[in-house]
């Protein structure tokens, strides 16, 4: 007797759509991006680039008119979180998207810092 499959007929694509999109990659080599970086098209029009793949050309018109965390990308296009960092990564490499990751922890002020800028204000 055969076995049933694990899915619905239809919807193996589903399962293997996220590896063929990446080509297989899990991350990007180059790039990180956190979950709240933001990312806008650098151009307003898709003149001057070679053909993109559909999500990739989904992102840069997601993108177009205002800064989108890639969160949200995700979200809008149904794709894992790790797809659209993967698919980010080409698109900065490519100069096709700006990003805005936000503050590391190295960024932080130092106490120092703040401690001087507060003894200014104080001597307003």
Known sequence: MPEAPWFEEGQAGRHVRPYAI??????????????????VTRSPDDAGHEPLEPEAAEILALCRDRAVAV??????????????KILCGDLL???????????SE???????????????????
Request: no cysteine.
């Open 22 to 39: 990446t080509g297989g990659r899990t991350r990007h080599s180059q790039h990180s991006f956190a979950l709240i970086t933001l990312v």
């Open 71 to 84: 969160a949200e990308i995700a979200a809008h296009l149904d794709l894992p979180v790790s797809v659209v």
């Open 93 to 103: 490499n490519a100069a096709l998207i700006l990003v805005q990751a936000p503050p």
């Open 106 to 124: 190295t960024d932080k002020p130092s106490v120092e810092l703040i401690e001087r800028v507060m003894d200014a204000i104080r001597q307003l």
